[in-house]
């Protein structure tokens, strides 16, 4: 008895010569016969089932058809789209903070304030030449607003430098403002007043005639009353509301002279209902029982982190 069974699949053949055997012959093994299993396997490596045989084989159009087998396919795409990476569902576009910008606003003040100190530094060995106040504020405000349109901020925190008509009315240099989006409102203002040394602000005034003034600036002059132009400032603020500050700027005090210091408030106008007069020794006494000095991102990060309607004053060193 062999070892190996055998089974064969018969074609038919119809026609003038004999019917023929065609064995296909498949080890089985052990000798048992092929069992479903086994059967099964065979099916899937020949690719197809098994199936009993057709007795009229030629009638079938489709029996020596070698290419009917098809398998269906989409078609083509002429210009398929690019499949997106998996990592592009990783990342995120980044969500703007309301904060962002004080980063920025830190960098710009500190080009500002160290290039203001190269001039304020200096010393004419003949003693015949000095930077007078307005070319001082023009150095610092002309260095902030560049690197600030470096850092692309303007559409955040913008800076708005006056007219000398405007100086004189309102007291301020520049007014740096927070805007609103995407109205562009400002939602919180900070008015700018230089103070420079007493020697240069003097020295600056004797080289100005009166007459040397447009119709327009004494027009403005004439407008202030006897108002100083510490009580301007404060006026000007006071009539918009607590969300504008004043900020005092000192470029320059007695015992330091190449530094920049700095007081901010939104409730300067207290003191005009005590009936102190708003000066320069009034604002400088606010140093003398300050214990910390914020930078400027820490006053800013002060500013908007504050109640609505609290009163705020600090006080800053710039440089």
Not at 35 to 51: A, E, N, Q, V, W
Not at 108 to 117: F, K, P
Not at 304 to 313: A, I, N, R
Request: charged residues 20%.
């Amino acid at each position: 008895m062999r070892d190996e069974h055998e089974f064969s699949i018969l074609f038919t053949h119809h026609g003038p010569a004999p019917a023929a055997k065609l064995p296909l012959t498949v080890n089985c093994g052990s000798g048992s016969p092929p069992s479903d299993l086994r059967l099964s396997t065979i099916r899937s490596i020949m690719g197809k089932p098994f199936s009993k045989p057709n007795s009229k084989p030629f009638q079938n159009s489709n029996f020596f058809n070698f290419n009917h087998t098809s398998y269906a396919q989409p078609p083509p795409d002429v210009n398929p789209a690019p499949r997106p990476s998996i990592f592009a569902t990783l990342r995120r576009p980044p969500v703007a903070k309301p904060n962002d910008f004080i980063p920025l606003f830190n960098d710009c003040i500190s080009a500002a304030a160290s290039r203001t100190q190269e001039y304020l530094l200096f010393t004419d060995p003949e003693v015949k030449f000095h930077p007078s106040p307005e070319v001082l504020t023009q150095v610092f405000l002309m260095t902030y607003i560049t690197q600030s349109l470096c850092l692309n901020m303007t559409d955040t925190f913008n800076c708005t430098a006056m007219t000398p008509e405007q100086r004189i009315l309102l007291g301020a240099d520049w007014v740096w403002a927070l805007l609103q989006k995407p109205t562009k409102n400002p939602r919180i203002q900070i008015a700018v007043q230089v103070l420079h040394l007493p020697e240069r602000e003097d020295a600056e005034e004797e080289d100005v005639p009166p007459e040397g003034f447009s119709e327009s600036i004494q027009m403005a002059q004439r407008a202030t009353g006897n108002k100083t132009m510490y009580e301007r400032l404060v006026d000007f603020c006071t009539s918009v509301g607590k969300d504008c500050y004043a900020l005092f700027l000192f470029f320059g005090r007695k015992n330091d002279k190449g530094n920049i210091y700095g007081v901010l408030s939104n409730n300067f106008e207290a003191a005009i209902g005590k009936c102190d007069r708003i000066d320069r020794p009034f604002i400088e006494n606010f140093f003398k029982g300050s214990r910390y000095l914020h930078t400027a991102s820490g006053m800013m990060q002060a500013i908007v982190t504050k109640k609505e309607g609290d009163p705020l004053t600090l006080m800053m060193k710039f440089s």
